[in-house]
C-alpha cells in the first residue's frame, strides 16, 4: 500500500495548538531505570499538569507494590493503571476493572513449585516459568492469557490490557484516547500505544515496540519522558501517526492513497457539483468508525445521512437549532458527533450563527480537545465582521477541513496553512476523482478515485425535500398530449402527487424515462436515479401502478422516512 505521507514527525510552519490532552506512561524501564523516577522525571511531569496534561501511569505492577515503593504516585499520577489493565486508582480509589484470575490455579502451581505473587486481579510470575504457568492455565481449563513483560509474565483474565484499562482512565478523565500519547518499552506496551493516537517508544524498548512507535526517542528511560513532554506533540510541531489514516481511494497504478487522522489542516476545493460534500463525507465517516468526536457545520443538509451512524446526532434543519453554548455542552459531556444543519437560516441569520458557534467551538477544542475533528462546508471568504473568529479557528488545533465551490474567495494564508490541498474534478466514466495538491510526503500532486461511501450521499438534501425548487427545476406531470397535470416543487411534493395520479400520466412517464432523468439532473441523485431507471425499463413486465409503487418506495426511503431518526431537539439546561 502507498500512503500519501511519511510514518513519523513533520515539522510545518503554520502554528496550532495541540490537540493531546494526555501522556499514558508505563513505569518500570520506561518512567524509571529501577527504584522511584528521578526529581528531574517528576518535574516534567509536573510541569506538564500544569500546563494541562493528564498524566496516566500504565503499569503491570500490582498496586501494593507500586505503592509501597512510590509512596506518594496517587498524588503524582492524576490516574493509575495498574495489574496491566484490570486496576484503575484516582485519587487513591482502586476499581477493580476485571474478575479476579480463578484461585483454583493457585493450587496447580504450588504444587508444580512455580513461585508467583497475587494482586487483586491478576497472578504475576517469571518469564523462566511461562512454559509451566501456560500448562497449569490448561490444566484447570480456564480462559486466562499470559503477558510478557520482559523478565517477568502475568496471568490475566481475558480481553485485560493495557490499552483497555488506559480506555478506563481516559474515560474517567473527560479524555479520549484520540488525545492521548502512550509511550513504553516493553511487549506489554504495544496495546498502550495501539490504543492512544500516538505511540511513543523510549530508546531502551525493544525492537517489536521501536518499529511499531510513531515517536522513537533518543533518550532512555526517564531522559526519554522528560525529552518527549518538551518537544512535539506536547510542544512545537506536529506528530503523525502511521496507524491511523483515512483512506481516499486509489491511485491510477490501483495503490491506496491516504492521509493522516490527525494533525492537518485539510482544505477542498472544487466547482459545485464536483463531489466536495461527498469526499468530505466520506472522511467524516471514517472518522467517526475510528471513534473521533467530528462537528459538522452544514449550510445545506448534504451530511445528515451521517447521523445514521453510531454516536452521531443532527441538529437543526426543520427543527429547532440548539445554541452555540448548548452545543458545545453537548459535545463536552457526550464524546459524540454532531451535524450542525444550518439550511433552516437564512443566510444572514446564518452568518450570525457562525460567528458565535465557531469561537465557542474554537474554545472547547483548545480546551476539551473536542471535537477531535471540526468540517466547515461552504467556508467562503469570511466578512470583516466574522474574520476574527476565522482567524482563531485557523490558530486552533490542526484537525479542520475546510471546504468551498469559491475557490478563488479563499485567502492566501488558508491555502498556504493547508497540510492537504485537495481539488475535485467533474464527474467522469470513473466515478468520483480528484486531485491531491499538496499533502504529507507527495512528492507531486496525483488524481485519485475516489472509493465507495458506506453511506449514501444525498446532495442539499433538505433543499430538495421541503424547500421550493426554482421553476425551471420543478417536474411537471404531463398527459401523453403534453398538457400539464401537476408541478412537484420539491420531492415531498413529488412523491405525493404522484402516489394519486392518473396511470395514464404515470405510464407516459416511465416510458420516456423522465422521472430516473429528473432524479439525475436536477437532485443530482445518481444512485437512487439508477434504481428508478431499472423500475422504468421493467415496465413492459409490470403494471404502471406496480412501477408506481416501486418508484415511490425508492424516493420514501431515500428522502422522506428516514428524517425523524435523522433530526433531533435537544433541550439542554441552561
Not at 480462559?143 to 480481553?159: Q, T
Not at 490490557?161 to 484520540?178: D, E, F, N, Y
Not at 406496480?546 to 435523522?566: F, G, M, S
Amino acid at each position: 500500500m502507498v500512503e500519501v505521507s511519511a510514518n513519523h514527525s513533520t515539522a510545518s510552519t503554520a502554528s496550532a495548538a495541540s490537540s493531546i490532552r494526555a501522556l499514558a506512561v508505563d513505569y518500570d524501564g520506561t518512567l524509571t531505570d529501577g527504584g522511584p523516577p528521578g526529581a528531574a522525571v517528576l518535574q516534567a511531569l509536573a510541569d506538564a499538569r500544569a500546563r494541562g496534561v493528564a498524566i496516566v501511569l500504565v503499569t503491570g505492577r500490582i498496586l501494593s507494590e507500586l505503592r509501597a515503593e512510590m509512596p506518594d504516585a496517587d498524588a503524582v499520577f492524576d490516574a493509575i493503571v495498574g495489574e496491566n489493565g484490570a486496576v484503575l486508582a484516582i485519587g487513591g480509589v482502586d476499581r477493580i476493572l476485571a474478575p479476579m484470575v480463578a484461585p483454583a490455579l493457585d493450587d496447580v502451581l504450588r504444587r508444580r513449585g512455580i513461585g508467583f505473587r497475587r494482586g487483586q486481579a491478576i497472578l504475576a510470575a517469571w518469564s523462566h516459568d511461562a512454559t509451566a504457568v501456560f500448562e497449569a492455565i490448561g490444566a484447570v481449563g480456564l480462559e486466562d492469557h499470559i503477558i510478557h513483560n520482559r523478565g517477568a509474565i502475568m496471568v490475566v483474565p481475558p480481553g485485560v490490557t493495557k490499552g483497555s484499562g488506559v480506555v478506563q482512565a481516559l474515560a474517567a478523565l473527560g479524555i479520549s484516547p484520540h488525545c492521548a500519547v502512550g509511550v513504553g518499552d516493553a511487549e506489554n506496551d504495544h496495546s498502550l500505544l495501539d490504543t492512544c493516537e500516538l505511540g511513543a517508544a523510549v530508546a531502551n524498548a525493544i525492537p517489536s515496540l521501536l518499529a511499531h512507535a510513531d515517536i522513537r526517542l533518543r533518550g532512555r528511560s526517564g531522559d526519554g519522558i522528560i525529552e518527549l513532554l518538551n518537544g512535539p506533540p506536547f510542544i512545537g510541531g506536529p506528530v503523525r501517526s502511521h496507524r491511523w489514516r483515512l483512506a481516499l481511494g486509489t491511485f491510477d497504478d490501483g495503490t491506496a492513497a491516504t492521509i493522516p487522522a490527525s494533525q492537518v489542516r485539510v482544505v477542498v476545493r472544487g466547482e459545485s457539483g464536483s463531489g466536495k460534500s461527498y469526499l468530505a463525507g466520506l472522511l467524516c465517516e471514517q472518522l467517526i468508525a475510528g471513534g473521533y468526536s467530528v462537528g459538522i457545520i452544514d449550510p445545506e443538509g448534504d451530511y445528515l445521512p451521517l447521523a445514521d451512524l453510531p454516536g452521531t446526532i443532527a441538529f437543526g434543519g426543520s427543527n429547532r437549532l440548539p445554541t452555540p453554548p448548548e452545543l458545545a455542552r453537548f459535545l463536552r459531556h457526550h464524546l459524540g458527533s454532531i451535524v450542525i444543519d444550518l439550511s433552516g437560516l437564512s443566510d444572514v441569520d446564518r452568518r450570525s450563527y457562525q460567528r458565535e458557534l465557531i469561537p465557542q467551538l474554537t474554545s472547547l477544542r483548545e480546551d476539551d480537545g473536542l471535537p477531535h475533528w471540526l468540517f466547515v462546508d461552504e467556508c467562503h471568504l469570511p466578512s470583516e465582521d466574522d474574520r476574527t473568529a476565522w482567524q482563531r479557528l485557523l490558530e486552533g488545533p490542526r484537525e479542520l477541513c475546510l471546504i468551498t465551490y469559491q475557490t478563488e474567495s479563499l485567502s492566501k494564508a488558508v491555502v498556504d496553512a493547508a497540510d492537504v490541498l485537495i481539488r475535485t474534478l467533474p464527474p467522469s466514466a470513473q466515478g468520483h476523482q480528484l486531485l491531491i495538491e499538496r499533502a504529507p510526503g507527495l512528492a507531486e500532486p496525483r488524481v485519485v478515485t475516489v472509493q465507495q461511501r458506506a453511506i449514501s450521499h444525498v446532495r442539499h438534501w433538505h433543499k430538495y425535500v421541503h424547500s421550493l425548487l426554482p421553476p425551471h427545476h420543478r417536474f411537471r406531470f404531463r398527459r401523453p398530449n403534453g398538457s400539464v397535470v401537476g408541478e412537484a416543487s420539491n420531492v415531498e411534493d413529488f412523491a405525493r402527487q404522484l402516489a394519486t395520479l392518473d396511470l395514464e400520466v404515470v405510464r407516459h412517464h416511465v416510458s420516456c424515462g423522465d422521472f430516473s432523468r429528473w432524479l439525475a439532473d436536477v437532485l443530482q441523485d445518481h444512485e437512487l436515479a439508477l434504481t428508478i431507471r431499472t423500475a422504468e425499463r421493467s415496465h413492459g413486465a409490470a403494471t404502471s401502478d406496480a412501477v408506481r409503487a416501486t418508484i415511490l418506495a425508492a424516493v420514501r426511503r431515500r428522502y422522506l422516512d428516514t428524517e425523524p431518526r435523522r433530526m433531533m431537539t435537544v433541550a439542554l439546561s441552561q
